[in-house]
């Protein structure tokens, strides 16, 4: 029924792309998670200063230069706010080819929900741009919709062109950059299709899991790490349907992309656009609302900058050198000093001797003297007293600090939250006149919660803090009286239990830079990572290392006895793999590159495999050798169709018995007594010839006596199998 | 008038988006504008000049703050408020005249207001500007509402009622006409900057010379094609202009109307300016002290062009002929664009890590759009009213501009 639907709008679309279809978008003006918590409580996210622009503003501003005729504006979470202040700004009086639109839907509870709204509302036509309001960019969509547009002539199940950037390939920079989870994708690199999307990569695995299938299909597959999702997608109208008849969809990339991927039913194909020059980046958490805010200082995103006046609202800003940005009506004094890549609003005040640099300040704040504020973000009409200390924090609109408050690293003060002298806020906490709500343990949730559903009453708030031991200074009787005494002695305000994630997760998505031992952490499991990567198929660093000379075939074992020895390892592991569990055709896969990585021949692959073979089968328990061969047999059984991978030809299987002597006389002294019944075994479930038992005889016959050991111990079965062969030959 | 006020608005709008960019492109739109403010201002009777100049000058505000560095929509601004002084001065000077002769002999005073008109507008502003150049001046230093104002009452003095009524009938349309007439050929000035320009290019460009240019430069490349076209056979260097590479465009072009192109680095400058005869470079902007503003590099090429003597020559529609000093506040002398000109984000990513580094990045990248060069490096100014001293700048300026306009923002009485 639903694809029933997608094609038929689809095909009725063709004739009516040839004459012009309005390009529209669909603006997600909520982001349906808890992130920019205590903040969002009160104000929509997409309302929140940007380096003193509302974020909705950067994203309407884009969507107009990129030519999007009608922007529909879908409001959730404080959707009067969001309407209301559409139709105080330019966008709604501005006549012309740009139409901005609000619809409210105030149940949605996640993209999902929104984007089945939207389908109800039945106002897409064509294709359309799909972004959240919190995207900046200054990309140019031409080319993207060209190319979705060609691909949909072709092919109508294309129904999605992701946007991509490349950013750099460490799981480092993700990490410390946007706060992201590392984002895995593989790339079809010659129709650009995208064969499979992972942005939960779990740390504690170090390896992902492909469908066969996908590299069955594809001839080629690039597997990407260094990618940043911009979060800005070209749909088609199937896009909405599809929505509409999976109500299970909710989260657009875990759900939506995943699910399409997956499905093979229906067909449906996403492909990616990537990005080079320009700029696009989506605020998912504070610290990237502060990454973001200091790019666009440095002007990536331009022409949306401070001193542009791109959105028009905002006052018109000078830009000194070195990225200092500020407003015509500064009252600074003499002494005080703007450092770097700050910016400063109209109308506000700034006394002796205090610092800023690095931070945002908004406009109509005061602030006092000897006040030190860096990378901090403070918005309008803040008061800041004397003596204060602001470090990576940020500061709504309203806040009153008193003197000699300190804010430490993380710290948010939502708006206005009144904090008394000399307090000092400890790290990471989060600051707000509302109470905390109950715990809820999804992040799918809204931003917006109604402030009297389930919030945890007061006097559990108090003991949080009292717990928490914030207020240094003891309470003062009629503080103790007020419910928000928190902030110390005339302080407004409750602080926030830290979030589900605990204070693991918060130094993750803060303002605040990444802690030295957390960036250390970093470091040590990027090493790790590599180390595995040796270890493991990939060994792209592996291959460029241990390579020593790639002339030698392996087979003298004097020269690179140490490149044969590492790969048996490495074998030995593979295989240690495939006992828990790795599928048989992954693990020759495997060996196959390890193979190729070392330079070895297939006679090394069998030889190595027999060996961890017979590894395994030793490291059963067994008392009695009865007991060993039975496991070895079994072992040997089950792995049989590996090993005959390996043999291909006699000489291969020469090798395996080759090793087999040389561990009973070296390594495994517990199979010497068992050569002749464990080759007979091997004879017996095929994976040995007779020819090569024969040969292998032969070639031992001019040897030492002392190799010639296992040759006399079996000679009962060689005898029998030349008889058995001088049978078959009469 | 809300039409005009939408047109200014879009304006306002698409030269804050960075729509509209480069000097004549803002230069025309905003003459264009200009005009139809004016054709759509209403006319009161009395103050005519004044309510034009008020109008022109609410208009020409938000103009020069939705860009600031676009010099040109300021410098047309200031050109269309010349304008009208000189119109209303010279209406005011026929009507002096008129009267005068009216005193003498009351029964053909219609047949002179006839007259009038079929001399052209321009004619009257070069009369106005050759002989009443003494009242100008005088008006220059006088307060604006007061210096539009004073020549009115004369006008009307010692009238009869009817007729110094229709008188100002006429007048009023007449002035209005007459304004947009001269912005009309206003218009057609910036137009064909280029080709006025241009038709000096013999006289400087000689056979078998060595030309350095930077960047791309629509005038430089008339300018050098018109010297082609006239048979001169001589070479180019066209220094490519990093990192916008504009300079790649130019030799293209060149190639194409069959000049003999050499493309060289930025940093190739000074290695070649010993073989040039002669530097050409385009302007952003030409300052009152004879100082330009030219894309990035330019300086540079002209400190080479004086180590080695080479003369530097500047050319530019007068268009971009600006009234103010560089040291003006209001003058922004640069605008800084984006870093992803130079440098690959997606490389460059981690170098932007603020979260690793203590919070404040350790990169930065600066790509400014234009640099100055001083006047003393300049030799020769060429403008579509001929060659100049980079001292004569001044004198220019005040043929084109009236001092009252310097500053255009609306007095607080408005």
Same mark, same amino acid.
């Given at each position: 029924?639903?694809?029933?639907?997608?094609?038929?709008?689809?095909?009725?679309?063709?004739?009516?792309?040839?004459?012009?279809?309005?390009?529209?978008?669909?603006?997600?003006?909520?982001?349906?998670?808890?992130?920019?918590?205590?903040?969002?409580?009160?104000?929509?996210?997409?309302?929140?200063?940007?380096?003193?622009?509302?974020?909705?503003?950067?994203?309407?501003?884009?969507?107009?230069?990129?030519?999007?005729?009608?922007?529909?504006?879908?409001?959730?979470?404080?959707?009067?706010?969001?309407?209301?202040?559409?139709?105080?700004?330019?966008?709604?009086?501005?006549?012309?080819?740009?139409?901005?639109?609000?619809?409210?839907?105030?149940?949605?509870?996640?993209?999902?929900?929104?984007?089945?709204?939207?389908?109800?509302?039945?106002?897409?036509?064509?294709?359309?741009?799909?972004?959240?309001?919190?995207?900046?960019?200054?990309?140019?969509?031409?080319?993207?919709?060209?190319?979705?547009?060609?691909?949909?002539?072709?092919?109508?199940?294309?129904?999605?062109?992701?946007?991509?950037?490349?950013?750099?390939?460490?799981?480092?920079?993700?990490?410390?950059?946007?706060?992201?989870?590392?984002?895995?994708?593989?790339?079809?690199?010659?129709?650009?299709?995208?064969?499979?999307?992972?942005?939960?990569?779990?740390?504690?695995?170090?390896?992902?899991?492909?469908?066969?299938?996908?590299?069955? !299909?594809?001839?080629?597959?690039?597997?990407?790490?260094?990618?940043?999702?911009?979060?800005?997608?070209?749909?088609?109208?199937?896009?909405?349907?599809?929505?509409?008849?999976?109500?299970?969809?909710?989260?657009?990339?875990?759900?939506?992309?995943?699910?399409?991927?997956?499905?093979?039913?229906?067909?449906?194909?996403?492909?990616?656009?990537?990005?080079?020059?320009?700029?696009?980046?989506?605020?998912?958490?504070?610290?990237?609302?502060?990454?973001?805010?200091?790019?666009?200082?440095?002007?990536?995103?331009?022409?949306?900058?401070?001193?542009?006046?791109?959105?028009?609202?905002?006052?018109?800003?000078?830009?000194?050198?070195?990225?200092?940005?500020?407003?015509?009506?500064?009252?600074?004094?003499?002494?005080?000093?703007?450092?770097?890549?700050?910016?400063?609003?109209?109308?506000?005040?700034?006394?002796?001797?205090?610092?800023?640099?690095?931070?945002?300040?908004?406009?109509?704040?005061?602030?006092?003297?000897?006040?030190?504020?860096?990378?901090?973000?403070?918005?309008?009409?803040?008061?800041?007293?004397?003596?204060?200390?602001?470090?990576?924090?940020?500061?709504?609109?309203?806040?009153?600090?008193?003197?000699?408050?300190?804010?430490?690293?993380?710290?948010?003060?939502?708006?206005?939250?009144?904090?008394?002298?000399?307090?000092?806020?400890?790290?990471?906490?989060?600051?707000?006149?509302?109470?905390?709500?109950?715990?809820?343990?999804?992040?799918?949730?809204?931003?917006?919660?109604?402030?009297?559903?389930?919030?945890?009453?007061?006097?559990?708030?108090?003991?949080?803090?009292?717990?928490? !031991?914030?207020?240094?200074?003891?309470?003062?009787?009629?503080?103790?009286?007020?419910?928000?005494?928190?902030?110390?002695?005339?302080?407004?305000?409750?602080?926030?239990?830290?979030?589900?994630?605990?204070?693991?997760?918060?130094?993750?998505?803060?303002?605040?830079?990444?802690?030295?031992?957390?960036?250390?952490?970093?470091?040590?499991?990027?090493?790790?990572?590599?180390?595995?990567?040796?270890?493991?198929?990939?060994?792209?660093?592996?291959?460029?290392?241990?390579?020593?000379?790639?002339?030698?075939?392996?087979?003298?074992?004097?020269?690179?006895?140490?490149?044969?020895?590492?790969?048996?390892?490495?074998?030995?592991?593979?295989?240690?793999?495939?006992?828990?569990?790795?599928?048989?055709? !992954?693990?020759?896969?495997?060996? !196959?590159?390890?193979?190729?990585?070392?330079?070895?021949?297939?006679?090394?692959?069998?030889?190595?495999?027999?060996?961890?073979?017979?590894?395994?089968?030793?490291?059963?328990?067994?008392?009695?050798?009865?007991?060993?061969?039975?496991?070895?047999?079994?072992?040997?059984?089950?792995?049989?169709?590996?090993?005959?991978?390996?043999?291909?030809?006699?000489?291969?299987?020469?090798?395996?018995?080759?090793?087999?002597?040389?561990?009973?006389?070296?390594?495994?002294?517990?199979?010497?007594?068992?050569?002749?019944?464990?080759?007979?075994?091997?004879?017996?479930?095929?994976?040995?010839?007779?020819?090569?038992?024969?040969?292998?005889?032969?070639?031992?016959?001019?040897?030492?006596?002392?190799?010639?050991?296992?040759?006399?111990?079996?000679?009962?079965?060689?005898?029998?199998?030349?008889?058995?062969?001088?049978?078959?030959?009469? | 008038?809300?039409?005009?006020?939408?047109?200014?608005?879009?304006?306002?709008?698409?030269?804050?988006?960075?729509?509209?960019?480069?000097?004549?492109?803002?230069?025309?739109?905003?003459?264009?504008?200009?005009?139809?403010?004016?054709?759509?201002?209403?006319?009161?009777?009395?103050?005519?000049?004044?309510?034009?100049?008020?109008?022109?000058?609410?208009?020409?505000?938000?103009?020069?703050?939705?860009?600031?560095?676009?010099?040109?929509?300021?410098?047309?601004?200031?050109?269309?408020?010349?304008?009208?002084?000189?119109?209303?001065?010279?209406?005011?000077?026929?009507?002096?005249?008129?009267?005068?002769?009216?005193?003498?002999?009351?029964?053909?005073?219609?047949?002179?207001?006839?007259?009038?008109?079929?001399?052209?507008?321009?004619?009257?502003?070069?009369?106005?500007?050759?002989?009443?150049?003494?009242?100008?001046?005088?008006?220059?230093?006088?307060?604006?509402?007061?210096?539009?104002?004073?020549?009115?009452?004369?006008?009307?003095?010692?009238?009869?009622?009817?007729?110094?009524?229709?008188?100002?009938?006429?007048?009023?349309? *007449?002035?209005?006409?007459?304004?947009?007439?001269?912005?009309?050929?206003?218009?057609?000035?910036?137009?064909?900057?280029?080709?006025?320009?241009?038709?000096?290019?013999?006289?400087?460009?000689?056979?078998?010379?060595?030309?350095?240019?930077?960047?791309?430069?629509?005038?430089?490349?008339?300018?050098?094609?018109?010297?082609?076209?006239?048979?001169?056979?001589?070479?180019?260097?066209?220094?490519?202009?990093?990192?916008?590479?504009?300079?790649?465009?130019?030799?293209?072009?060149?190639?194409?109307?069959?000049?003999?192109?050499?493309?060289?680095?930025?940093?190739?400058?000074?290695?070649?300016?010993?073989?040039?005869?002669?530097?050409?470079?385009?302007?952003?902007?030409?300052?009152?002290?004879?100082?330009?503003?030219?894309?990035?590099?330019?300086?540079?090429?002209?400190?080479?062009?004086?180590?080695?003597?080479?003369?530097?020559?500047?050319?530019?529609?007068?268009?971009?002929?600006?009234?103010?000093?560089?040291?003006?506040?209001?003058?922004?002398?640069?605008?800084?664009?984006?870093?992803?000109?130079?440098?690959?984000?997606?490389?460059?990513?981690?170098?932007?890590?603020?979260?690793?580094?203590?919070?404040?990045?350790?990169?930065?990248?600066?790509?400014?759009?234009?640099?100055?060069?001083?006047? *003393?490096?300049?030799?020769?100014?060429?403008?579509?009213?001929?060659?100049?001293?980079?001292?004569?700048?001044?004198?220019?300026?005040?043929?084109?501009?009236?001092?009252?306009?310097?500053?255009?923002?609306?007095?607080?009485?408005?």
């Amino acid at each position: 029924m639903a694809q029933k639907k997608g094609l038929r709008s689809s095909s009725s679309d063709d004739p009516e792309e040839l004459a012009r279809v309005p390009l529209q978008a669909v603006l997600l003006a909520d982001s349906f998670a808890t992130k920019f918590r205590p903040i969002t409580l009160e104000r929509p996210k997409v309302l929140l200063p940007l380096v003193n622009a509302p974020m909705i503003d950067y994203t309407l501003a884009w969507l107009e230069s990129v030519g999007v005729e009608e922007a529909f504006v879908l409001c959730c979470a404080h959707s009067q706010q969001v309407k209301d202040y559409l139709n105080k700004s330019q966008w709604m009086k501005q006549q012309g080819t740009f139409a901005v639109q609000p619809i409210e839907s105030r149940d949605s509870i996640s993209a999902g929900d929104a984007l089945r709204a939207i389908y109800n509302f039945g106002v897409i036509r064509g294709d359309f741009v799909l972004v959240s309001g919190d995207t900046v960019s200054n990309m140019s969509l031409k080319e993207a919709l060209q190319e979705h547009k060609e691909r949909r002539k072709k092919d109508p199940l294309a129904v999605m062109t992701m946007v991509i950037k490349q950013s750099k390939p460490s799981s480092l920079t993700h990490q410390t950059r946007l706060g992201n989870d590392e984002i895995l994708m593989a790339i079809d690199p010659d129709t650009k299709e995208l064969l499979y999307y992972e942005d939960k990569t779990d740390q504690s695995q170090r390896f992902i899991t492909l469908d066969k299938m996908l590299l069955a !299909n594809t001839p080629t597959l690039h597997l990407h790490n260094d990618k940043q999702d911009c979060y800005i997608d070209i749909c088609s109208p199937e896009v909405l349907s599809l929505f509409t008849d999976n109500f299970d969809y909710q989260h657009l990339r875990r759900h939506f992309v995943k699910g399409l991927l997956v499905d093979d039913l229906m067909g449906y194909k996403i492909f990616t656009h990537e990005i080079h020059s320009s700029y696009a980046a989506r605020i998912d958490n504070f610290r990237s609302y502060d990454t973001i805010s200091k790019d666009i200082i440095q002007r990536w995103a331009y022409p949306m900058v401070p001193d542009v006046q791109y959105f028009g609202s905002c006052s018109q800003m000078k830009l000194d050198r070195l990225g200092i940005y500020k407003a015509p009506e500064v009252n600074q004094s003499r002494t005080a000093q703007i450092r770097a890549f700050s910016l400063v609003g109209n109308g506000t005040t700034i006394g002796d001797h205090s610092e800023i640099s690095n931070s945002v300040i908004g406009q109509g704040c005061t602030i006092g003297r000897n006040v030190s504020i860096q990378g901090s973000y403070i918005w309008d009409n803040v008061i800041i007293e004397d003596d204060c200390k602001l470090s990576h924090a940020l500061v709504c609109d309203g806040v009153h600090l008193r003197a000699g408050v300190v804010l430490e690293p993380g710290v948010i003060l939502s708006f206005k939250v009144e904090v008394g002298q000399k307090i000092v806020i400890p790290a990471y906490s989060k600051v707000s006149l509302l109470p905390q709500p109950s715990k809820q343990d999804s992040d799918e949730e809204l931003e917006y919660a109604d402030a009297n559903s389930g919030v945890v009453e007061s006097p559990s708030i108090t003991s949080i803090v009292n717990t928490r !031991n914030v207020d240094p200074v003891p309470d003062s009787s009629d503080a103790e009286h007020s419910d928000t005494s928190e902030v110390g002695i005339s302080g407004v305000g409750y602080i926030w239990l830290t979030s589900e994630g605990g204070h693991e997760e918060e130094w993750r998505h803060s303002i605040a830079p990444i802690p030295a031992e957390k960036l250390m952490e970093f470091f040590l499991s990027a090493h790790a990572d590599l180390e595995v990567s040796n270890q493991d198929v990939n060994s792209l660093p592996a291959s460029g290392e241990l390579q020593v000379d790639s002339e030698s075939t392996g087979f003298d074992d004097g020269e690179d006895y140490r490149d044969s020895a590492d790969f048996e390892k490495e074998v030995e592991a593979t295989f240690h793999r495939a006992l828990a569990g790795v599928n048989q055709d !992954n693990v020759i896969l495997e060996i !196959n590159s390890l193979r190729l990585s070392y330079n070895m021949s297939h006679a090394d692959c069998a030889g190595s495999l027999f060996y961890s073979i017979m590894r395994s089968a030793l490291a059963f328990p067994h008392s009695c050798n009865r007991e060993l061969l039975l496991n070895t047999g079994k072992e040997l059984g089950r792995w049989k169709d590996l090993l005959k991978h390996y043999l291909k030809t006699i000489d291969e299987e020469i090798e395996v018995l080759l090793k087999f002597e040389e561990m009973c006389l070296e390594t495994a002294k517990e199979f010497a007594p068992l050569f002749s019944a464990i080759l007979n075994h091997l004879y017996e479930k095929d994976i040995l010839s007779e020819d090569a038992i024969l040969s292998w005889a032969e070639e031992k016959e001019g040897a030492d006596e002392s190799d010639k050991i296992f040759v006399k111990q079996s000679e009962q079965f060689l005898k029998w199998l030349r008889e058995a062969s001088e049978d078959e030959d009469e | 008038m809300p039409d005009v006020q939408a047109l200014v608005n879009d304006f306002v709008l698409k030269l804050k988006r960075r729509k509209i960019e480069g000097s004549h492109a803002s230069a025309r739109h905003t003459a264009e504008l200009l005009r139809s403010v004016i054709s759509h201002q209403r006319m009161r009777q009395t103050n005519q000049a004044g309510a034009l100049i008020d109008a022109v000058k609410a208009v020409g505000e938000q103009l020069i703050a939705a860009n600031p560095v676009e010099l040109a929509v300021g410098n047309i601004v200031r050109r269309v408020l010349h304008i009208i002084r000189e119109e209303d001065l010279s209406s005011t000077a026929t009507a002096i005249e008129g009267l005068g002769l009216s005193a003498g002999s009351d029964d053909d005073d219609e047949g002179q207001y006839e007259d009038r008109p079929a001399l052209s507008a321009a004619a009257l502003a070069a009369a106005a500007r050759s002989t009443l150049r003494a009242p100008s001046l005088q008006t220059l230093l006088g307060d604006i509402p007061g210096s539009a104002v004073t020549p009115q009452p004369p006008s009307s003095w010692g009238d009869s009622e009817g007729k110094s009524k229709s008188d100002k009938n006429l007048r009023s349309r *007449k002035l209005k006409h007459d304004v947009i007439e001269a912005i009309n050929e206003l218009i057609q000035d910036i137009d064909t900057c280029h080709e006025q320009v241009s038709e000096q290019a013999v006289e400087h460009i000689h056979q078998n010379e060595v030309i350095l240019t930077l960047g791309r430069s629509r005038t430089v490349k008339e300018f050098l094609c018109a010297a082609k076209e006239k048979n001169r056979s001589f070479r180019v260097f066209v220094a490519e202009g990093a990192p916008r590479y504009q300079g790649h465009v130019l030799a293209k072009e060149l190639v194409g109307k069959g000049i003999q192109t050499t493309v060289i680095t930025d940093s190739a400058v000074f290695a070649m300016i010993s073989r040039v005869n002669m530097v050409i470079v385009g302007a952003h902007a030409i300052m009152a002290n004879g100082g330009v503003v030219a894309p990035v590099g330019i300086n540079m090429v002209a400190l080479a062009a004086q180590r080695h003597a080479v003369p530097f020559v500047v050319v530019a529609g007068s268009h971009k002929l600006c009234p103010l000093y560089p040291h003006n506040s209001e003058v922004l002398l640069n605008d800084l664009k984006s870093p992803s000109d130079l440098v690959d984000f997606g490389e460059f990513s981690d170098c932007m890590d603020f979260g690793s580094h203590g919070g404040s990045p350790l990169l930065h990248v600066v790509n400014p759009a234009f640099d100055y060069v001083p006047p *003393k490096l300049v030799s020769l100014f060429i403008t579509d009213t001929g060659g100049h001293n980079p001292s004569y700048m001044y004198r220019l300026i005040a043929d084109y501009y009236s001092a009252d306009d310097l500053v255009v923002k609306q007095r607080s009485t408005s």
